[in-house]
C-alpha cells in the first residue's frame, strides 16, 4: 500500500514537517529501509539512526532536532506507529458470505456483512452482528450473543450463554465458557461435579489469546470488562471479574472468584490465588504469586531473579536453615540482658563496646520471619 505523509497525517492527526513523500510500509528505525517510515519513541534508540535508510519517522517534537528527513511530529510516536501500522497491515479478512460446509441452527440470527467459514458449527438462538468474521472449525454454542465486528479464529470453541462484543478478537483454540473447577467431595472424598450456569460476559474492544481458556462461573457470570487485553495461554477461572484495559501476559493462572482492577499489567507467568482483589493500576511483575489481596497500586514482585546454580544452591541452603538462624538469634536476645550485666561488673569498657558492636551487627536478622 502505497500513501501520502499528508494522507496519513489527515487520518491520524499530528504535524508533517518536510516534503509530502510517498512511502509503502512502517519498520523500526535498526530495520528501516528506503520507501519506509518508522518510529522514535524513546530517545535513547535515537542512535539508530546514524545509519537508519527511512524516508521519514514519527517523532516527539523534543527529539526532532537533528533530524534532516520528513517528520511527522506527535506527542505519542509509540501509540502513533500503531495506528498506522494497523492501517498499513489490516488483519486478513473472509469473503462475505457463508460457507457450504458450515451449520447454522434456523433459530439463530445471523447480522449483514457476516463471513462464515467451511465447518463452523453455530446451535440454537445465537445473534451474530454486523461484519463480524467467523473462520473454519469454529463452534458457538447455544444462546451466545455476539456483537458488531467481532472476528474469531479458526477452532476457537464458544460455550452455550455466551455475551461477546463489539469489536473483539477471539484467537485459535481459545475456549470461552468451559465449566469452572467446581467441585464436591462426599463422605468417601470422591469428587462430584457442581454445574457451571453463571456463563461468561465479554466486553467491547477485547482481545483473547491463542489456546486461553475463559471459564463459566458458577451462578454468576466470569466477566471481562472493555478494553482487555489476553495473551496466549491465559487461564482465568469461574467468577473471575477482569477490569477495563488490563492487560494480561502469557501463562498467567487467576484462580476462582478473583477481581482484578482497572489499567492493570499481570506479567508472565503471575499466578493469582482465588479470591484476591488487586485494585485498579497495579503492575506485577513476571512469576510473582500473589496470595492476599493488593490495596495500593504500585509494582509489585516476588519472583527470584536467575543465577548460577552454584549461587542458587547456597542461597536455598541458607534458606532452609533460617530457622535455625532465627532461633539462636533469639536465645541470643534472651541471654543479652544476663551477658551486659556480668561485663559491666568486670567494669572493662572495651569488652562492653565489643560486645554490643557484635550485637547491633545481628539485629537486622532477629525478625526475620515476619511477614
Known amino acids: 500500500?502505497?500513501?501520502?505523509?499528508?494522507?496519513?497525517?489527515?487520518?491520524?492527526?499530528?504535524?508533517?514537517?518536510?516534503?509530502?513523500?510517498?512511502?509503502s510500509s512502517i519498520a523500526p528505525t535498526n530495520l528501516a529501509q528506503s520507501g519506509q517510515i518508522t518510529f522514535l519513541s524513546d530517545n535513547k534508540f535515537k542512535k539508530n539512526l546514524i545509519n537508519c535508510q527511512a524516508d521519514a519517522i514519527i517523532i516527539k517534537a523534543e527529539d526532532a532536532d537533528g533530524i534532516n528527513i520528513p517528520k511527522i511530529i506527535t506527542h505519542n510516536p509509540y501509540f502513533y506507529f500503531s495506528q498506522v501500522s494497523s492501517f498499513l497491515n489490516p488483519r486478513r479478512k473472509l469473503k462475505i458470505g457463508i460457507a457450504p460446509s458450515a451449520y447454522?441452527?434456523?433459530?439463530?440470527?445471523?447480522?449483514?456483512?457476516?463471513?462464515?467459514?467451511?465447518?463452523?458449527?453455530?446451535?440454537?438462538?445465537v445473534k451474530i452482528g454486523d461484519n463480524c468474521q467467523i473462520f473454519p472449525n469454529v463452534v458457538i454454542g447455544d444462546n451466545v450473543i455476539i456483537g458488531d465486528n467481532t472476528t474469531i479464529y479458526p477452532t476457537a470453541v464458544i460455550y452455550d450463554n455466551i455475551q461477546i462484543g463489539n469489536g473483539c478478537v477471539i484467537h485459535s483454540g481459545a475456549a470461552i465458557g468451559s465449566d469452572g473447577f467446581g467441585n464436591a467431595k462426599d463422605d468417601k472424598m470422591t469428587y462430584h461435579r457442581i454445574p457451571q450456569i453463571g456463563g461468561v460476559i465479554i466486553g467491547n474492544n477485547v482481545e483473547i489469546g491463542s489456546n486461553t481458556t475463559i471459564d463459566c462461573g458458577t451462578f454468576e457470570a466470569t466477566i471481562i470488562e472493555d478494553g482487555v487485553r489476553i495473551d496466549n495461554l491465559v487461564q482465568i477461572a469461574h467468577n473471575v471479574k477482569i477490569g477495563?484495559?488490563?492487560?494480561?501476559?502469557?501463562?498467567?493462572?487467576?484462580?476462582?472468584?478473583?477481581?482484578?482492577?482497572?489499567?492493570?499489567?499481570?506479567?508472565?507467568?503471575?499466578?493469582?490465588?482465588?479470591?484476591?482483589?488487586?485494585?485498579?493500576?497495579?503492575?506485577?511483575?513476571?512469576?510473582?504469586n500473589v496470595a492476599k489481596n493488593i490495596t495500593k497500586p504500585a509494582l509489585y514482585a516476588c519472583g527470584m531473579t536467575v543465577m548460577e546454580y552454584k549461587d542458587w544452591a547456597k542461597t536455598f541452603v541458607h534458606l532452609r536453615n533460617i530457622d535455625k538462624l532465627n532461633q539462636k538469634v533469639k536465645e541470643l536476645y534472651r541471654t543479652e540482658d544476663d551477658l551486659s550485666n556480668i561485663l559491666y561488673n568486670n567494669e572493662d569498657n572495651k569488652l562492653i563496646d565489643e560486645y554490643h558492636e557484635k550485637i547491633d551487627k545481628l539485629r537486622p536478622y532477629q525478625d526475620i520471619r515476619e511477614d
Open 244 to 288: 477495563a484495559h488490563t492487560g494480561i501476559a502469557s501463562q498467567v493462572g487467576i484462580a476462582g472468584n478473583s477481581k482484578i482492577g482497572r489499567y492493570c499489567m499481570l506479567a508472565g507467568n503471575v499466578g493469582i490465588a482465588d479470591h484476591v482483589e488487586i485494585c485498579d493500576h497495579t503492575v506485577i511483575s513476571a512469576s510473582s
Open 1 to 23: 500500500m502505497n500513501i501520502k505523509l499528508s494522507e496519513i497525517v489527515a487520518k491520524f492527526g499530528g504535524e508533517l514537517v518536510g516534503e509530502d513523500l510517498t512511502i
Open 104 to 125: 447454522i441452527d434456523e433459530s439463530s440470527c445471523i447480522g449483514q456483512n457476516v463471513a462464515i467459514a467451511h465447518h463452523v458449527a453455530i446451535g440454537e438462538n
